[in-house]
């Protein structure tokens, strides 16, 4: 691949640390939760609000107060809500309403975010990103993913509509002078379901190309033109601890390569899912999977640009459950002391 066809890798990203559904804690834990982010070393923070409703709306004004407080960047992450919606919603195999964007009312999305948007700049707050969906190629957050089989060309014209569709509202919304205009867009975190594995499919195959194909959907291009301009392509890396070098950096570069490397890649999660699969198969703890995981990224960055990334999450891997923290988050602060002028 041409190195001058790509935005120039940064030497290095800025760490963030999600920790979903803060806001929804007391303001004790949600302090104490961000104080601990900041006391690590990162300098972003992701997380969105639970519900469109007043209660909600101000529970996550005051988390984004407290975030700032503690000199934190926020992403924030937009997803369907189930009262963005006219028709039923029929429950999935994972317990969540199965929201197809393709269905969504518009409207009613534009006065749930622009409510929300309000809130938080009469409240003097900032908003430093958005990320418009998560995992949305995967048929657990946008039903118009096929759930027994591969998309065929239809089905991905509708989602590519549908998606895009959703970006372009609150893409617009979000920059209105009236709102943040200087916040970055970012497109939803890939999920990158796997090809190979047992079972129906229940994702896009080559979501990045998929991404890509935003650009032009019936002559309109969803990243870039007049009212925005996409900054950053949202992906999630999950890896096996037996293979972190490897799955990383088959994934980064086939993202990277379909997208075009026209802008950064933002890791908006990344990090394991079984908490019982350490040590790992060469007996190497959690805290040193990390630091492979780090060293990945790093040594990756010289090829491809990457933006912030973001670890998946504060209170599942972190913290135990009276909130302290646990040794493999001294990794995560040695690594954000090292990146610091």
């Known amino acids: 691949m041409a190195m001058t066809a790509w935005a120039a890798p940064a030497r290095s990203s800025e760490l963030g640390i999600d920790r979903s559904w803060l806001s929804s804690q007391s303001a004790a834990v949600q302090e104490k939760t961000l104080k601990d982010i900041q006391g690590l070393g990162a300098t972003w923070f992701r997380d969105g609000p639970t519900s469109g409703s007043a209660r909600g709306v101000a529970n996550f004004v005051n988390e984004v107060r407290l975030a700032k407080q503690d000199h934190l960047k926020v992403l924030m992450t937009i997803a369907q809500m189930d009262e963005d919606y006219d028709v039923p919603l029929q429950t999935h195999d994972h317990g969540w309403k199965a929201k197809k964007l ?52 239809g089905e991905l014209h509708t989602w590519l509509r549908g998606y895009g569709a959703f970006l372009k509202t609150g893409a617009t919304i979000l920059h209105d002078p009236r709102y943040f205009p200087g916040a970055k867009i970012i497109t939803f975190g890939m999920a990158h379901g796997c090809d190979q594995c047992a079972g129906p499919p229940r994702h896009l195959a080559d979501p990045a190309r998929a991404v890509a194909m935003l650009k032009n959907v019936d002559g309109f291009n969803y990243l870039s033109n007049a009212s925005y301009h996409v900054d950053g392509y949202g992906t999630h890396i999950y890896v096996s601890p037996n293979y972190i070098d490897g799955v990383a950096t088959q994934v980064l570069r086939a993202d990277a390569a379909a997208l075009g490397g026209d802008k950064p890649l933002w890791i908006t999660e990344w990090g394991f899912l079984d908490l019982n699969a350490f040590p790992n198969k060469k007996g190497e703890t959690l805290s040193r999977c990390i630091q492979t995981f780090l060293d990945t990224f790093d040594r990756l960055r010289t090829q491809i640009s990457i933006g912030p990334m973001m670890f998946y999450r504060h209170d599942i891997w972190l913290s135990d459950a009276s909130g302290k923290l646990l040794p493999q988050s001294k990794v995560l602060a040695a690594y954000a002391a090292k990146q610091s002028p």
Do not use: C
């Open 102 to 153: 393709s269905q969504i009312n518009l409207q009613k999305f534009t006065q749930r975010f622009e409510n929300l948007l309000g809130a938080l700049k009469a409240a003097g707050l900032t908003i430093d990103a958005v990320e418009f969906g998560s995992e949305d190629d995967s048929y657990y957050y946008d039903a118009d993913v096929p759930y027994d089989h591969l998309a065929t060309a």
